[in-house]
Nanobody, 115 residues
Framework: QVHLVESGGGLVQAGGSLKLSCAAS????????IGWYRQAPGKQRELVAI???????DYADSVKGRFTISRHNAENTAYLQMNSLKPEDTAVYYC?????????WGQGTQVTVSS
């Protein structure tokens, strides 16, 4: 059974940084595709960043240059480093992963950026 557990969310002032973690069990991150999504109140869930098995990454235009997705294979943990945070980054952030598709999801962690 696959479990993904996000942590690291919280309240931060605009311009600040947070690092989200996604700890996995039941799945090996080194051979998985990993994604971070977010959903703000009243908005659709959107893909923020994706890390493919080969190591290449893609980011939403709104976070390019500010967010970095990575993984630590030995710890089976994925990360989302978020810098220069803006109030519009406020959302619940979800980790998703799978061998060939993002089929497994965590419960989410709240990120709130104050102006």
């Amino acid at each position: 059974q696959v479990h993904l557990v996000e942590s690291g969310g919280g309240l931060v002032q605009a311009g600040g940084s947070l690092k989200l973690s996604c700890a996995a069990s039941g799945i090996t991150f080194s051979i998985s595709v990993i994604g971070w999504y977010r959903q703000a109140p009243g908005k659709q869930r959107e893909l923020v960043a994706i890390l493919r098995r080969e190591g290449n990454t893609d980011y939403a235009d709104s976070v390019k240059g500010r967010f970095t997705i990575s993984r630590h294979n030995a710890e089976n943990t994925a990360y989302l480093q978020m810098n220069s945070l803006k109030p519009e980054d406020t959302a619940v952030y979800y980790c998703a992963a799978g061998v060939s598709s993002l089929r497994y999801w965590g419960q989410g962690t709240q990120v709130t950026v104050s102006s």
